[in-house]
């Protein structure tokens, strides 16, 4: 079992920059994937950026391309969720999950889908007004 910690949330206006972070109770698996997602009322939850433990792989939706970042402490099992240049589209609960990383045509992979994340953090709270 892993048990994720966020925090950080908070409300900005546009244009202000928050970082959120993620501590896990541990890393299972030398291939871990920690991820953060977001959900906006009445909208689906939606992959935001992703990382393996590594650091070797990573994505952002393209939605924030350019405007957050994805880094780690390996030491202190924690992921940090950089968001600079917020717009009020960015409101959202903001979650941090962890999955086994995916072995595909001989390379390592995280997941993008949700449902593939069975390790949840219970959410932190990003508000940007305009």
């Known amino acids: 079992q892993v048990q994720l910690s966020e925090s950080g949330g908070g409300s900005v206006q546009a244009g202000g920059s928050l970082r959120l972070s993620c501590a896990a109770s541990r890393y299972p698996y030398s291939r871990f994937c920690m991820a953060w997602f977001r959900q906006a009322p009445g909208k689906e939850r939606e992959g935001v950026a992703i990382m393996t433990i590594d650091g070797r792989t990573t994505y952002f939706a393209d939605s924030v391309k350019g405007r957050f970042t994805i880094s780690q402490d390996i030491a202190k099992n924690t992921v940090y969720l950089q968001m600079d240049g917020l717009n009020p589209e960015d409101t959202a609960m903001y979650y941090c999950?962890?999955?086994?990383?995916?072995?595909?045509?001989?390379?390592?992979?995280?997941?993008?889908?949700?449902?593939?994340?069975?390790?949840w953090g219970q959410g932190t709270q990003v508000t940007v007004s305009s």
């Open positions: 999950a962890a999955a086994a990383a995916v072995l595909y045509r001989g390379t390592w992979s995280c997941p993008r889908d949700r449902y593939e994340y069975p390790y």
